[in-house]
């Protein structure tokens, strides 16, 4: 049986075996197509093994076959026929069971049709919810992704699919319908050569699972086996006589369709990028019914807890269908997640913990954030009626049982600012004491997306007030000084994490994700968030960064309960590529365009080397750390490209356009969706000259150049009119119009660089170079080498160096750095022993001498230090000297310190050399 682009081979030797599936040529079938049952205590029924060989007819593009399979319990007669068009071959299968007296009549495990699929597939896409089951590409390693194990499988109550191999281009749709039944369908792997996929069909409505239910929570995992290689749905009665038909159509389809990005300029590598964002980022897509989930098909769960996250996935992946399903999925936890008393059940993982993690405080504030950006993604005011009474009661609960009346702050339930209890939010390897900074980050969200609802879609002022007075006193209260009642540390450029019930703000660690999200959500002004995107940066810097970490200073071990050490452990500065996107959405917010494309192209890369596959972070040297398997929030910088750099946003009421580009990527073209009706296309001339094509008349299309000076007044000149707009408090120039068709817009005399860094810092002259001592203790985690690695922070297996242990504490130990060649030096600055920030100064001598050299011959002192103090906070001690052209530096102790064990050493995680 042959089509333009497909054929197929039927075998009815003894057999009803489709053998032989091809798509432009290329051979997709290893164990063939075939039927197959199993009931209750019987051996399975296969159409592979008949007793005789089935009737076929042949007529013009019409082939049919019939056969009978028979057990001790059921006799099953069914009927195939084929017919062949110039687009696809489709597939008729009827089925009609006769049961013996006395049967079950119940069937465990329905495979109407079975197919063995080679493993030559990529990635399975689905249709009708836009999720991607990922097999194995050229990243992953082919099949080195999901269904590899033989304890793989996976069920989905769809029956709609496109299978898609990267090589060759080729896309095969397989799609299957039934009137008055459902279908499921079932993936598995064996250990064999076969990709399993099969057809479950059952005369009920919905579907139960093997294991658990939707009010415990369990449907996630009910959707995988998670290492069990169990069924997933429970069997189905099956009455005597029953008549089931499928109809199946396999057809070709358009590779490029399914990975097209648009024009993208200054993205290194589009088509990796593009499997980033459609292989990887669609996998968290759970089923039709329930949307996206954080961490993948082999760590099966989700909740309210992770939505920022997943939300930011399905805005950039702009796909109808999978906006649908999370809308559904935030249906699914109004009604089986949340308490009597309002609160989100905080989340929902693995077949032996359904719901539970109650005490997670963020999940009421994220599932609240949620429900307002997917109502923008797809403005049903029908559905944001159905949810509201839902986040008012979540919102609610947080403002009647954790509302601290007296400072204007929202707090968890801990109440000592030395507890240790832990998972209180989604950083929930910290002991979080009391009020946190990201939890109030996103009360603050949810409180001014709801007053923005309440006020505008609904008319109930009164409560669009209460939410307001909340968030601007929170707002207020978040800002003051460290000690003073807020968050904010002046040390450090940026805002603590917690604060515990004495008014100690703890964790100063510079974190990454709470700093980016003051910016983005509007809680940092417009001075205080260029001071901590400065910050950011000159991190990024010291540390040769090419990926944003969680926190650039160690946690310490009395915050967290991991066993962990900085940065490799889970959520103590450890690299997780979802934060690429966190940067650009902050980035966006001022107008800072320099570190966006950069991240983003660092992160496609690392993608490149095991498409993320195994992981869900890694170290600073980007090496993988084994721990949940994936989490698919990772590709939210691929998305973010489109939503926080090009900027092209749905809103309830149009479409924004807040382009937010780097001079690279001027002449991109993109099209993408907006709502389920309208497209739009917008070509970026410049970071100030776009052209947008939207399809509706009526909707809105707004710009916004962010970047600009506040107060200042600019022409935005559209077709040739030209019109006035003065940019807002935090620089962006606004312009609104309405009309369908192709308006070239630009901002006229505008800032087109926005905000810029500060100059690139000084580099440290020591970086990577050869360091010699007086002695060398090498032994794990101690080598010499590690004093110059640009890890300034002892990590696992490179704490830096010390020298061999002494009794005597007068003795002398030095270290030398030879910097490669003679160079300007005016600081030096070294940084004490201080990993996991267990022991900070641990070893650091008393009493030292710094001395510089051109030759490693003639030495001058440069610095000079006795009873020096011990440096417990285990940061940099600076030394400036007078400018001096030397090539070696030598730091000499002359004094050393004691360690816990009476031992003396002199010891430094990092020695770093400048000319500032």
Known sequence: MTSPR???????????LVSSLRIDGVEVLDAGMFSALQVADGDGLDSRHLDTSPAVSVHGATVSTSFTQSDDDVSVAETWKFVVTRASIKLHVERVYTWADGAARTVDHNGQLTIGWARTWDAIRRPDDGGTIPLGNDYTGKNGFYLNDPTDRYGVEESRFVMLRQAGGLALGVDATSQGRSLATEFSYDGGQSTWQETQVSAEPSWSYTAGDKDSGYVYGGHSSDGTDAYIYSPVAVGQGQDDVVDYTFSGKDYDWYYDVGTLHGVTDTSAFSSLLNDFGRSGVIDKDYGMSTVGLKYPGVGPYDMIYADRTVLGLDDPEVTASHQRLLEYFRDHAQREDGHMKGRTYHRDHTWGDSSLFDADPAYAL????????????????????????????????YYDEADGLFHNDVTSCTSTKGAREWSDAYFVRYESAYVNEQMYAALTAWADLERDVFGDAATAQQYSDLAARLKAAFNEDAGEGGFWDAGT??????????????????????????????????????????AID?????????MLPLNFTPLGRSYEWSGDHFPTGLEDGAIY?????????????????????????????????????????????????TSEAWFPSNANGAGGLYTEVLGIQPTAEGVTVAPNIPTAMDGTSVTRAVHDTDT???????????????????????????????????????????????????????????????HDVRLVGGDAAGYQLPAPQAPDLAWKKTATASSSWEQDPWQIASVTDGQPYSVDHANGWSSDSQTDADHTEWLQVDLGAIRTINTVTLWPQNFDMQKPG????????????????????????????????????????????????????????ADENGEYRMQLAEVEVFDR
Request: proline share 4%; with cysteine.
């Open 370 to 401: 949620s429900v307002a950006q997917m109502y923008d993604a797809q403005p049903d005011r029908a559905w944001l009626a159905g949810m509201r009474d839902s986040v008012q009661r979540s919102l609610g609960f947080m403002i009647s049982d």
């Open 577 to 625: 590529p979802m934060m690429t996107e966190e940067y650009m959405r902050a980035a966006a917010t001022v107008g800072e365009r320099g570190r966006s494309l950069d991240y983003l192209n660092n992160t496609v890369d690392r993608y490149t080397w095991d498409g993320f596959n195994g992981w869900s972070f890694v170290d600073w040297d980007l090496g993988e750390h």
């Open 842 to 897: 641990t070893d650091f001598p008393i009493d030292f001498t710094i001395e510089v050299s051109p030759d490693g011959t003639s030495w001058t002192t440069v610095a000079d230090r006795t009873d020096y103090p011990k440096p417990t906070e285990g940061g940099p001690q600076d030394f400036g000297v007078d400018a001096t052209d030397a090539r070696y530096v030598r730091i000499t102790g002359t004094r050393l310190r």
């Open 493 to 534: 450029n940026s805002y603590g994490y917690w604060q515990c019930p004495d008014g100690t703000v703890q964790a100063r660690i510079q974190h990454t994700q709470v700093n980016l999200q003051a910016i983005y959500y509007g809680i940092a002004d417009l001075d205080r968030s260029h001071t901590i995107l400065d």
């Open 680 to 742: 739009v296309t917008v070509t970026y001339r410049d970071e100030l000259h776009q052209v947008v094509d939207f399809s509706s008349d009526v909707e809105p299309v707004t710009l916004s150049w962010s970047g600009q000076e506040p107060g200042a007044r600019y022409r935005v000149v559209d077709n040739g009119v030209a019109s006035t707009v003065t940019a807002d408090e935090r620089g962006r120039a606004v312009y609104t119009y309405t009309g369908a068709g192709e």
């Open 538 to 546: 000159q991190n990024m810097q010291r540390f040769h960064l090419p």
């Open 6 to 16: 497909l054929s197929m081979v039927l075998d009815t030797d003894h057999r009803a």
